[in-house]
């Protein structure tokens, strides 16, 4: 109530209520008498109180006055207050929620205060649209902003994810069968209850975040809409320490712009992304369709390996920093070189070299891909692209040579479609190794157990025929625990004896508390498979075996940390000397283990040198 209408109020009996109000800051001006004018429709209609010493009706005084009368009028009061605070800390929470969306970081290890003491051009930006557009406008406008927002909001946290697990930002284009995978490896490392959870979670948050974004945003426009003239000079105001900031290039952490447009620079080389990705497409199917030994005849394949038995395995999550890391290098080279010296004594030579991974932290079958098909496959479209041609493999040209080609994929537990792209002429999954032992975390049975399934399979009988095997070995698979040990190969048996050692390994919870524990449970993890291998050689190995093993990609970023590099290790042992001869123009390494001056060599180069090598 203003001071007029108060005077008014003590000389004037009190008049009928007629539906007028009181103009009131953020009106334009007086109203033309008749019909009242719609309200802007993102400013709420509030009731107005009279306020001041003369406001509302007398309180009755003298023996009629009701003595419940002042608490009565309290009462409301306090209401009001509290309804007045509540109002001013959602509104706030809003400008918070908005803020954040726009200046947080999209990787977990950049979160840090410097990231929020930034001024975003996106939100200046924001200001002058809702300022600009009439109030109908306004509240589709701002529904926009929001979702807008919210759907920025959920691919940072997806990049966060990404980041963690495969050390990459997550790609809008190709990425969300990724998804499926995810569940799937959840499922298997926690319980399908705890899976199906994370995955209620996942989709209220995807469905959550963008509402609560657009409701924030639709809030503030509502403040807008009341104090427009204000709104305009703090746009203005806003505006120009933009400017004047970008000019300056005031920074207050080192490489982080005070004046931000981080926001819409994500947003828009995402979009970049996603074209590049469609673009890629079909230059990819275009590189792939040139193959050097795609129509080369079986005789004039693989030739300096006839009649020898040759495994390509390869070990989860065995990387460059398992042989280098200070943290690791001590005890896992301590593998390798006991290992290179047993072999040794048994007749057997061994070169060690790097190879440049297409993935990192996860994706394995993206490295499968790669160097079986000497094709660069590091994203799921590219996958799904090689998939549907028909480049040779060296399963293929294996199997194109006269050899028996198999696939033993120890963590294959569902029907694999892609199997026939690889050429093989079996492929063992889980169901067919005859494993009745239990689980060590996410690998359904040990890589000892893998190896003797195998070799049982494929090579006991001294009249089989040569065969090339693939095998992924999985026992080095986050989240390493619990561990099996080694046994004699006698007693592997059908996996029976490993039952105990399920139960011995530390909990997964109590690893993954303490980063120093996750990353000595995985190098206890690259030690067991190390030492299945090369046990395995040493115990079935002969004149006849070539084993060829690697690194899949290096592990997730907790063991590593931020922007480690994509190399693996690779090494090859044979007996006879005229294998090893043939790499000797490589300039591989001597021994099992790489050291820091090896070649280094991108993963998709191997097939090409291979077959070269071993060709005619």
Same mark, same amino acid.
């Given at each position: ?16 209520h007629t ?8 009106d334009?001006?007086?109203?033309p ?6 309200? /802007? ?9 009279p306020?001041g010493?003369?406001?509302?009706a ?5 023996p ?22 509540a ?9 918070l ?33 809702l ?14 902003i ?9 691919? !940072? ?7 963690? *697990? ?78 004047g ?11 982080l ?7 819409g620079g994500l947003?828009?080389?995402r ?11 079909e230059?990819? *199917?275009?590189?792939t369709?040139v193959?050097?030994?795609?129509d080369v005849?079986?005789s ?7 009649? !020898? ?8 999550s065995?990387?460059?920093?398992a042989?280098? /890391?200070?943290?690791f290098?001590?005890q896992?080279?301590?593998v ?9 004594s048994a007749g ?8 440049t ?9 993206l ?8 094709a660069?496959t ?12 028909d480049r040779?493999t060296?399963n ?26 690889? /050429? ?5 999954g ?10 060590f ?9 893998t190896?003797?399934?195998?070799h049982?399979?494929e090579?006991?009988d ?6 090339m095997?693939e ?16 046994v ?11 039952r ?7 909990? !997964? ?19 067991y ?14 004149e006849d ?16 940390g ?6 693996v ?6 007996r ?9 123009g490589?300039r591989?390494?001597?021994g ?12 998709d180069?191997f097939?090409?040198r291979?077959?070269s090598?071993?060709?005619?």
């Amino acid at each position: 109530m203003t001071p007029g209408l108060a005077t008014e109020d003590a000389a004037t009996p009190a008049q009928p209520h007629t539906g007028s109000r009181t103009p009131h800051a953020g009106d334009d001006g007086p109203h033309p008498a008749g019909p009242e004018p719609t309200a /802007d429709p993102d400013t709420p209609t509030e009731s107005r109180t009279p306020t001041g010493p003369d406001a509302g009706a007398r309180t009755p005084t003298g023996p009629d006055a009701d003595p419940d009368g002042p608490a009565t009028a309290e009462a409301p009061r306090r209401r009001g207050v509290v309804r007045r605070a509540a109002t001013g800390i959602l509104t706030v929470l809003a400008g918070l929620l908005v803020f954040v969306a726009l200046v947080a970081p999209n990787q977990l290890a950049r979160f840090a205060p410097g990231q929020f003491l930034r001024l975003p051009l996106e939100a200046v930006l924001g200001l002058a649209v809702l300022l600009l557009v009439p109030g109908r406008v306004r509240r589709l406008a701002a529904a926009l902003i929001g979702v807008g927002l919210g759907l920025l909001t959920l691919l !940072k946290l997806l990049d966060m994810g990404f980041y963690v *697990a495969f050390d990459r930002q997550f790609d809008p284009a190709i990425d969300w069968v990724l998804l499926d995978d995810a569940v799937a490896f959840l499922t298997d490392a926690v319980g399908r209850p705890a899976a199906i959870g994370a995955a209620v979670a996942a989709v209220l948050l995807a469905v959550g975040i963008p509402v609560l974004m657009a409701l924030a945003v639709r809030r503030l426009a509502g403040i807008v809409a009341r104090h427009r003239a204000n709104a305009a000079r703090g746009t203005a105001v806003l505006a120009a320490a933009w400017v004047g900031l970008a000019l300056l290039g005031v920074q207050i952490v080192p490489g982080l712009p005070v004046a931000s447009k981080s926001a819409g620079g994500l947003a828009y080389h995402r979009v970049l992304q996603v074209h590049a990705g469609m673009r890629d497409r079909e230059e990819f *199917a275009a590189e792939t369709a040139v193959d050097t030994y795609q129509d080369v005849p079986g005789s004039q394949l693989l030739t300096a390996l006839r009649g !020898k038995d040759v495994i390509i395995a390869f070990v989860e999550s065995y990387g460059r920093d398992a042989v280098e /890391d200070p943290e690791f290098a001590p005890q896992v080279a301590a593998v390798l070189d006991a290992g290179t010296r047993r072999l040794a004594s048994a007749g057997y030579g061994t070169r060690s070299a790097f190879l440049t991974s297409p993935t990192a932290g996860g994706g394995s079958w993206l490295a499968h891909a790669t160097l079986l098909s000497g094709a660069w496959t590091d994203n799921q479209q590219r996958y799904q692209t090689l998939l549907a041609g028909d480049r040779l493999t060296l399963n293929g040209a294996f199997r194109r040579a006269g050899w028996r080609s198999v696939t033993v994929m120890p963590a294959l537990t569902e029907p694999w479609p892609e199997a026939g792209f690889f /050429d093989n002429d079996r492929m063992y999954g889980a169901k067919d190794l005859g494993y009745r032992g239990p689980k060590f975390g996410f690998a359904p049975m040990p890589d000892q157990y893998t190896l003797a399934a195998f070799h049982r399979l494929e090579r006991a009988d001294p009249d089989h025929a040569p065969v090339m095997a693939e095998i992924p070995l999985v026992s080095s698979h986050s989240p390493w625990t619990p561990l099996p040990r080694m046994v004699g190969w006698d007693e592997v048996g059908d996996g029976s004896i490993f039952r105990p050692m399920a139960k011995a390994g530390p909990a !997964k919870d109590d690893v993954y508390r303490d980063p120093a524990r996750v990353r000595t449970q995985y190098r206890l993890s690259i030690e067991y498979s190390l030492s299945a291998l090369i046990s395995y050689v040493e115990t079935y190995g002969d004149e006849d075996l070539v084993l060829v093993f690697l690194g899949d990609h290096q592990p997730a970023p907790i063991v590593t940390g931020e922007n480690a590099s994509r190399d693996v290790p690779i090494s090859i042992v044979a007996r006879d000397p005229a294998v090893l001869e043939r790499i000797s123009g490589w300039r591989w390494s001597d021994g099992l283990r790489p050291v820091r001056e090896s070649p280094v060599w991108r993963m998709d180069e191997f097939r090409d040198r291979f077959l070269s090598a071993f060709g005619p």
